[in-house]
């Protein structure tokens, strides 16, 4: 273990007048109640029903006639006011997306209760009430634009306020691994208000999901199915949205209705409209199949509702590539002038799948010693062949969520989650050392909100983001990894490393508490994230060996060979590391 890091960090939030909900319920709505005058009408009854559940908030304004909803999950709302000796006013829809705080000023008329006046006006497209740089990408949007691979990450960077280009990179199995929402680590090349990538802050429905490894990371891309909006904010956070200076991407994955609904769909892309590069004598064949479903409705009307969305992916083939390596005639000369030597042994067992066609070379011929070349011998020892490796990528997404009102109005819990795994293999040239990477990763979330009385309001939210990286095992352990100066050595393909794996998990926990006085309001909490990261990057645990040109290894006679061990006992060693975050 190379060493244990660990820190400490506390936040207190601390905000005077109205500022936005925490959690997943992001959105708020706040206004005046006036009567005809312009005076204020205290204490009128205020209920928000959200249209797609039938859930109901109630609160009462203050004495200066102030009201504010807190902790509203993004749709369409009806508001209804009451104040006995007044007519009942509604308004019919306010539509909010995440994250908005939206202003709804209402004015009351004298009149009999039985009257009741309803309003359709729809809140303003400029925001007024918080002062940020933000975009919203609505659902649908995400959904239905053509996406190459269907990452919503693509997006991001079409935001104002960011710079950059819209295709992700993977850290870890590659293989266009960017492109899709499979990988454990994706990092968008984002920049936000000058800041570099490392800055950029990612969550899903409020819980961090970023990576421990490595700053500006997500460890989960949710699938388009399952995701309602992604919001991006790009500077003036609020105390409660630290941890970064970068843009922070924030996901809120969709929740069932009073109605079923859902959907499938199915994305496929291959090699007909492609063209072949300059390494490539036939177009080779690719295949890309995505598909996904997505479905959703009430378990309970008005109480209890589920979501539940899958993506899968299936892809093959690859563009041509080029290689330096031995030529048939070299590989021959070693064979039979040299049948029991290990580089003999190597080039029979472990062959290329194509030879060289141009760029021939003649380095010479073998000589006794290390670094030591002979005269030419008329045998062309290298050249340049062009080939496709042996590619493909497997992956599947499967989310869950649950939303139910334990008591309502007054209680509320919902908990989600995701599971993604991948396989990717990315071969190489001798088709022997390939080896395929998997890669599984588990988020989940629970939130439960307590609403005491009319102005206060608590939210606790538990949340674990895991990914765990693990190359298989080669077929060959008897094989090491060999190095040849000038060509294409003896390496495993996709990870020379063993043992090897990844594993980290970022654990959250948050509570808030809001307290609306007057027209005043007063939040505090805390949040504390634990993250764990555990490595084992072994190299030469296989003895490494290294030589200075194809001759020397015809000889057998490396320049240097190099085994990972333990010092104390001179046994082969496997490189750990750990580091834990609190």
């Keep these: 273990m190379s060493g244990r890091l660990i820190a400490f960090s506390l936040s207190v939030l601390l905000a005077v007048f109205a500022a936005p909900a925490l959690a997943q319920f992001h959105c708020v709505i706040q206004g005046t109640i006036t009567d005809v005058t312009g005076a204020a009408i205290p204490e009128a009854s205020v209920r928000v029903r959200n249209l797609a559940t039938g859930v109901t908030r109630a609160t009462l ?22 104040k006995s000796g007044f007519q009942p006013v509604k308004r019919s829809s306010l539509t909010l997306g995440f994250g908005d705080t939206a202003k709804a000023d209402f004015i009351l008329k004298l009149g009999a209760v039985v009257q009741e006046i309803t309003v359709s006006e729809q809140a303003g497209q ?35 306020g960011i710079t950059g280009r819209g295709p992700s990179t993977s850290m870890g199995s590659s293989f266009s691994s960017g492109n899709d929402s499979f990988s454990g680590e994706t990092g968008p090349e ?28 997500t460890n989960l891309v949710p699938n388009a199915e399952s995701v309602d909006q992604v919001r991006v904010v ?76 899958y993506e899968g992916l299936r892809q093959s083939g690859a563009r041509g590539r080029t290689a330096t390596v031995e030529t048939q005639a070299f590989r021959d000369f070693v064979t039979q002038t040299r049948p029991n030597s290990i580089a003999a042994k190597l080039l029979k067992e472990l062959p290329l799948s194509v030879y060289p066609t141009y760029n021939f070379r003649d380095l010479g011929s073998p000589a006794k010693g290390a670094n030591v070349i002979g005269p030419a011998d008329g045998i062309f020892d290298v050249g340049t062949a062009s080939f496709l490796p042996n590619t493909r990528r497997r992956g599947d997404q499967w989310s869950g969520r649950i939303d139910h009102e334990l ?51 608590n939210e606790l939210r538990l949340g674990v983001m895991r990914l765990v990286g693990l190359p298989r095992k080669p077929d060959r352990l008897d094989i090491p990894n060999i190095s040849i100066s000038g060509a294409t050595g003896f390496s495993l393909n996709g990870s020379n490393l063993y043992p090897v794996g990844w594993y980290q998990t970022n654990y959250t926990a948050r509570d808030v508490f809001s307290w609306r006085r007057s027209s005043h309001s007063l939040k505090i909490g805390g949040e504390l994230r634990r993250n764990v990261n555990v490595a ?25 060979a190099t085994r990972f061990v333990d010092p104390r006992t001179g046994e082969p060693a496997t490189a750990y590391t750990s580091q834990t975050f609190l």
């Design 126 to 160: 400029v925001e007024t009430e918080q002062n940020e740089v933000s975009a919203r990408m609505e659902g649908n949007l995400v959904r239905e634009l053509p996406l190459n691979g269907r990452n919503i990450l693509n997006l991001v960077a079409l935001q104002p």
């Design 536 to 560: 084992v990057n072994t190299s030469n645990y296989v003895p490494g060996y290294s030589f200075h040109s194809l001759l020397d290894f015809a000889d057998d006679e490396p320049l240097q």
């Design 407 to 457: 008591r309502p109005g007054k209680d509320r819990l919902y908990g989600n989650f995701y599971r993604t795994r991948a396989s990717t293999l990315n071969g190489g040239i001798r088709s022997s050392l390939d080896r395929v990477t998997d890669e599984t990763t588990h988020f989940g979330s629970l939130n439960h909100t307590h609403i005491a009385g009319a102005t206060k309001l």
């Design 234 to 309: 790009t500077n003036s956070f609020s105390a409660a949205e630290g941890q970064s200076s970068g843009a922070r991407v924030q996901i809120m994955t969709k929740s069932g209705s009073n109605s079923f609904h859902g959907g499938v769909s199915h994305y496929f892309q291959n090699n007909m409209l492609a063209a072949r590069n300059v390494f490539e004598e036939d177009l080779p064949v690719f295949r890309k199949n995505q598909f996904s479903y997505r479905v959703g409705g009430p378990i309970r009307k008005n109480r209890t509702f589920f979501y539940h969305s």
């Design 61 to 82: 304004a203050s004495a200066e006639g102030a009201y504010q909803v807190p902790s509203l999950p993004a749709g369409s709302y009806e508001i209804t006011i009451e």
């Design 190 to 217: 984002l920049y936000a208000a000058g800041a570099r990538s490392e800055a950029n802050n990612f969550t899903v429905d409020d819980t961090s999901v970023n990576a421990v490894a490595r700053l500006g990371v």
